[in-house]
């Protein structure tokens, strides 16, 4: 019988992948070939579940379920006898997905999807050397993945379109927003954005126009606390074409066009500041705490989450009395 989510890796990506499985009520493998790693792995991913419980986003019922059918192997083709689906999760590095891949799809029929979790590679190259590439697609989860909504669906060249709408509609119904991604570039859809905004902060700081404590503030404060209902395609309809247009022609010009990294970035990585994992990067990480910080970024991510399920439940009532009337 095939019954089972297999996550391969068991690193932050996986962990939070297998909690979100489980959660879905899912039987759900959690696979690593590093005994070390695999031993804590699944109290990891209960803890994220008990996060959600003790945040009231989950049921105690769901919590214990998550419990019971989440396991961990380091058996890898005993994990597969059973799988419906296979997530790979591990290193972000090209040959490692490229042989993984190859081993899965000679351990598994055909019909199974493989999925990656990569958060930039093409899944077309990730999958260019097995037989099936139809059943290969990208499924990325943003992290920390057991919070945040998003999973962006990746078509890759030779994947199955139906396999890929059949794939994101099981993600919904996981409790997740998946969203279909028709081409395979690299960035996929929500990094292209994001590194578009990147660009033009650095570049903010670089030209001496604000500061990179100002910068933050100003996307925290203004488009980011309206994004997570109020995205920015809407924003143009909403103000008109006609007046967002004037503002590009204004406004684009001096905007950073860069098709690589900025000299900023490249003069702190010479450097050796390579952001909070060398203790300095743009920011001195002695005068700042990322502890607190990745706190507070959680805490708000469950407010906001409170919220829209709190909308969802009542735009679901708004439908059923337009019904009835």
């Given amino acids: 019988m095939r019954d089972s989510i297999i996550v391969v890796g068991s690193g932050l990506m996986g962990v939070g992948i297998a909690a979100v499985s489980a959660l879905a009520g899912n039987r759900t493998v959690l696979f690593d070939s590093a005994e070390e790693k695999i031993k804590n792995a699944k109290a990891v991913s ?55 891949f190859a081993a899965l799809d000679r351990l598994l029929p055909a019909e199974v999807p493989i999925l990656s979790n990569t958060s930039g590679l093409r899944i077309t190259d990730i999958s260019a ?21 998003l999973v962006e669906v990746v078509v890759g060249d030779k994947s199955s379109m139906d396999m890929a709408v059949t794939v994101k509609e099981e993600l919904d119904r996981w409790g997740k927003t998946a969203v279909l991604v028709k081409r395979d570039l690299p960035g996929q859809l929500a990094n292209r954005i994001l590194q578009a905004v990147i660009r033009e902060a650095v570049s903010i ?57 900025a000299p900023l970035m490249r003069d702190l990585i010479e450097d050796g500041k390579l952001g909070y994992k060398t203790g300095q990067g743009i920011y001195d990480w002695s005068m700042k705490d990322m502890k607190a910080l990745e706190r507070a970024r959680n805490e708000f991510i469950i407010h906001a989450l409170k919220k829209i399920h709190a909308l969802k439940k009542i735009h679901a009532l708004e439908k059923i009395k337009q019904r009835e009337n």
């Fill in 205 to 261: 700081v670089e030209m001496g126009l604000a500061s990179a404590e100002d910068v933050d503030k100003a996307v925290k404060a203004g488009m980011g606390i309206r994004f997570p209902v109020w995205g920015p395609l809407e924003h143009v309809d909403a103000v008109g074409l006609d007046l967002c247009a004037s503002v590009q022609d204004t406004v684009l010009p001096g905007i950073s066009a860069r098709a690589d990294a």
């Fill in 46 to 100: 209960l803890a994220q579940c008990f996060e959600l419980l003790d945040n009231g986003l989950i049921t105690e019922e769901a919590a214990k379920r998550a419990e019971e059918l989440l396991s961990v192997t380091s058996d890898m083709e005993g994990a597969l006898s059973r799988a419906k689906w296979v997530i790979e999760a591990i290193t972000e590095n090209l040959e490692a997905k490229r042989s993984l």
């Fill in 129 to 149: 050397k097995i037989k099936h590439p139809e059943r290969a697609l990208t499924t990325h989860f943003w992290f920390p993945a057991h919070l945040v909504p």
